[in-house]
């Protein structure tokens, strides 16, 4: 049990060597019985209620991957579920508009190296932007085109500006070694820098992780305290106060025999629930609150929400309790994918087409089948329904509407009616 003994505030702090004056000091004056003791008084109760700032984790990568990703259970599930479900979804490439079922951006795609497959590239890709804001890509080019692609660490990437303040190169840095990759924004070569809305930075993304850094020190803070409040027997910190009848103080041998006695028969969980046999006077008094009184549950809830929220996934699809946001289970997933993935899929579907344009062309564009996503099955059910009893458009006016190439077909329902 980790007791902790706050002496100053109850005994007369001349009475210990630590509060013991300076050796030139003069000799103190003559004064009444607990004249000292009324004298730090005021000094004592202040340094109690003394307001200490706050202590917050930076926004740098490695500290937002540390105690986010890698250290809350809540900013852990979030990021993966958002990386998982967008690199799931299924790539489309287009010439104009014409659809192209094979292509080698396709197969680039489908394995950027021969170390990692597409599906565990565009996770990492996803997981980078999530947590630092940005991500980078380096293409290998060989002899027909490009024969891979190569994710760079954010925060091993920097971004080296001009006289004029635009980026002129990129500098990636693995220990003591460095290459530089120059830009050029004409021909679109160099590094492909994918990042998210910053408003204080040219060149720098904001990771949505970021926005949520409070939530995650409170709710990373709230485990901690959780877990030495249990190892502490589930008992709050206290003080004991010695209140004798006769008005003496503790002698500094009775002083360092308590505190031994403390440290070594009640500190440390495997002491934790002991009884304290209290003499000569002493009295424990809890200072510390308890679980209830600081409305635990629903402040960890509250920063977990708040988490959940940056990231823009549903608090229900984490099971946080008391979010009532959406009527049910299915249309929570409907809108995660909605308003959080296809959003990110088409940011990156845009940046990947104009860095691939001067290699397969200006004419490609990547797109995506949002319709393959399981969250949005409900609406594509209900969008086929509506458009087979549409009798009044033709076979080629429902493909289009479904997302399909037409088949030159005039009239009739499908294919197979004309």
Known sequence: MAWTVRLPFSWAPGRHPTHAPPSDAPPPEASPPNAERKAHLPAALAALGASIGASWTARSYPSLAREGFMGNPVAHRAVRMIAETAAATPWLVYEGEREHP???????????????????????????????????????????????????????????????????????GVGNKRRRYPVDPVAGRGL????????????????????????????????????????????????????PKDGGNLTEEQFDRLKQQLEEGYQGASRAGRPMLLEGGLDWKAMGLTPRDMDFVEARNGA????????????????????????????????????????????????????LAPVYGAGIRLDF??????????????????????????????????????????????????
């Open 102 to 172: 094979r292509h080698p951006v396709l197969d680039l795609l489908a394995r950027p190296n021969g170390q990692v497959s597409g599906t565990e590239f565009l996770e990492t890709l996803y997981g980078h932007l999530l947590i630092s804001g940005n991500a980078w890509l380096d293409a290998i080019a060989g002899g027909d085109g490009l024969i891979g692609l190569q994710i760079l660490r954010p925060d091993r990437v920097r971004t080296i500006a001009g006289p004029d303040g635009w980026p002129v190169a990129h500098e990636y």
């Open 192 to 243: 492909l820098h994918l990042r998210l809305f910053h408003p204080l930075d040219d060149h720098a993304g904001f990771p949505p992780l970021g926005a949520a850094q409070m939530a995650l020190d409170l709710h990373n803070q709230s485990s901690t305290w959780n877990k030495a409040l249990l190892d502490n027997s589930a008992r709050p910190s206290g003080a004991l106060v010695y209140q």
């Open 304 to 355: 977990a929400r708040d988490i959940a929220l940056a990231l823009g996934v549903p608090p229900m699809l984490i099971g946080i309790p008391g979010d009532l946001t959406y009527a049910n289970y299915q249309e929570a997933n409907r809108a995660f994918c909605r308003q959080t993935v296809l959003p990110l899929v088409a940011r990156t579907a845009a940046a990947l087409s104009n860095w």
């Open 369 to 418: 089948d949002a319709d393959r996503l399981p969250g949005l099955e409900a609406e594509r059910e209900a969008l086929w329904n509506r458009l087979s009893r549409a009798d009044f458009l033709t076979a080629d006016e429902k493909r289009e509407a479904l997302g399909y190439q037409a088949l030159g077909e005039k009239t009739g329902l499908t294919s197979q009616d004309n």
